[in-house]
Nanobody, 123 residues
Framework: QLQESGGGLVQAGGSLRLSCAAS????????MGWFRQAPGKEREFVAG????????YYEDSVKGRFTISRDNAKNTVYLQMNSLKPEDTAHYYC??????????????????WGQGTLVTVSS
């Protein structure tokens, strides 16, 4: 089970940190990803991180602004979002992929999903 938190309303240029807490003792076995879905748009990959945090991947529009990290001792993955823009407004979801290998950017590759947290960036 995955549970996101940390969303809210922020002005453009501001920052938020999202958290995703996972239940279970096998969190470290999963590649973790963050996705988002804006109103009227399809879900898109935002960032992903390998099981032990050695590799991170980002969607081009968030590179240099967002940072994904994880703490396996706390079964939690984070998304630090800086320099937020109105176009970052969306529901943000964390997801877990139990496969081995690289971070995948398609939602169908992920086995478990949280219920999402809303991020609203005002201009």
């Amino acid at each position: 089970q995955l549970q996101e938190s940390g969303g809210g309303l922020v002005q453009a240029g501001g920052s938020l940190r999202l958290s995703c807490a996972a239940s279970g003792r096998t969190f470290r076995n999963y590649i973790m990803g963050w996705f988002r879905q804006a109103p009227g748009k399809e879900r898109e990959f935002v960032a992903g991180i390998t099981q032990y945090g050695t590799m991170q991947y980002y969607e081009d529009s968030v590179k240099g602004r967002f940072t994904i990290s994880r703490d396996n001792a706390k079964n939690t993955v984070y998304l630090q979002m800086n320099s937020l823009k109105p176009e970052d407004t969306a529901h943000y979801y964390c997801a877990a992929d139990g496969s081995l290998g690289v971070v995948r950017t398609t939602g169908q590759s992920y086995d478990y999903w949280g219920q999402g947290t809303l991020v609203t960036v005002s201009s």
